[in-house]
């Protein structure tokens, strides 16, 4: 596995492995890996010759109020992974070498529409960090396809929406989230979680899953919504939000039949993201 942080360095390697005719995946992280991302990896592997993995912790996307100083980092852990999934080349640029010029003065890409509220919302400009770090990325990398996990799932709509406008030749595959065995969703800031609070997780899940079985006999959106506010509060969570959306993140309507539940609820240190998938059974006549 080649450990790169130069950028001239990551175009050589892989203007090398381009003129041989291979096929490249990019997953792109911030580090401090679990079995979710090494999922990322599997699946690159499907999909592509070479598998490239960027490790960075995007200053962009994180808020004024928000962990980026204390955000996990745990390099030399991560890079033996990596070289243990058959990673190929891992890019773990500095700051410096991303913004030259820092960040007041830096172009951003900004997704209209489908950015907008859920962790939109709450995390203001959070997703022109995302946004402009990962075009910055496939524009250094120029892969064939590239791997997100479905947990963000409006991340993944962000970046499926700005890869169509922008007519960038990548496909983009969503790959199903990991979970613990107790249901959380695997997750790097899961490491905020003191013995208790993790104990108290696992609710986040088995609620989303009580209200998709809820929804899917048929009971009123609204009043289903309500009551897992109520249940994630008196598990200890603090709501950031709970809301039943299309597949594209648009409001629901009478003829959705398709639709995705999605959390964000903050327990402790740590802001919790989980998402379902829920099939509306259509209006009785």
Known sequence: MHTLQDITDLRRTLDEYRTRGLRIAL?????????????????????????????????????????????????????????????????????????????????????????????????????????????????????????????????LAVIRKFVLDLHMPIDIIGVPIERAEDGLALSSRNGYLNAEERAAAPALYRTLCLLRDTLEQGEPAEAVLKMGQQQLAAAGFIPDYLELRDTHLNPVDGTTRRAVLLAAARLGPARLLDNLSVQLPAPSA
């Open 27 to 155: 997953v792109p992280t911030m580090g401090n890996l679990h079995a979710g991302h090494l999922a990322l990896v599997a699946t690159a592997h499907e999909h592509a010759d070479i598998v490239v993995t960027s490790l960075f912790v995007n200053p962009m996307q994180f808020g004024p109020n928000e962990d980026l100083d204390a955000y996990p980092r745990t390099f030399a852990d991560d890079q033996a992974k990596l070289r243990e999934a058959g990673c190929h080349v891992l890019f773990a640029p500095s700051n410096t070498a991303l913004y030259p010029n820092g960040l007041d003065g830096q172009t951003r890409v900004h997704v209209p529409r489908v950015s907008e509220g859920l962790c939109g919302g709450s995390r203001p400009g959070h997703f022109d960090g995302v946004s402009t770090v990962v075009t910055m990325l496939f524009n250094l990398v120029q892969p064939d396809v590239a791997c997100f996990g479905e947990k963000d799932y409006q991340q």
